[in-house]
């Protein structure tokens, strides 16, 4: 009951952020006018430093499973650098993956995306939460603007791919999709994954 009712309120958190515009779906490229990250922080950069210092803490702890001393020592980071998207990210997986906090992650995902627009992982961490509360036509559109972002990226492609399939889409989009996994030899699992869905797709239209 008390997971029924947390992820309810991740899904209205979510509603509410693009409602208000605070998430930019379509918005998959860095605006031409949109200052870079530098230029934000550039009269801080001890401050800067610090954050630095303080989100690698924050990677170390998760290695050491110490993840409630993690989330305050990148905490710490945004404290001296709100500007830092990879501390918001990070922050946001650790919410979401070791402590649940869908709601919280999801506002943590939206800044990172914000501040870094070219950024794929947000893009695939917002989807993952939507995913996760079975918000699937939101999730597609985050998968698909983190691959718009990085082509290279199989994890993106493979789980746009893998949710168009589970949602009962069958077109050619997604067929070319699982080709381009199928020849990235890099990422193993997708390769195989998406070789095991070309076979079964195959298969399914020949007994048609």
Partial sequence: MKRAILWAMVVLAARLLVVGGVLA??????????P???TLIQDRQPSVERARECH???LALIDQDRTSDAEKAFREALSLDPTYAAAHNN????LLDHHGRGYEAAIEF?????????APQPHVNLGRLYEAVQWHPAAIKEYACAWALDASDPQALGRLAALSIRTG???????AWLKRLAAQSEAEGWRQWAQLQITRRGSSRESR
């Fill in 25 to 34: 779906l379509a918005g998959c490229a860095p605006p031409a006018s949109r």
């Fill in 36 to 38: 870079s990250y530098s």
């Fill in 56 to 58: 690698q803490r924050g």
């Fill in 91 to 94: 922050l946001g997986i650790l």
């Fill in 110 to 118: 939206t800044l990172a995306a914000r501040l870094a627009p070219a």
């Fill in 169 to 175: 889409r069958a077109d050619q989009d997604v067929d």
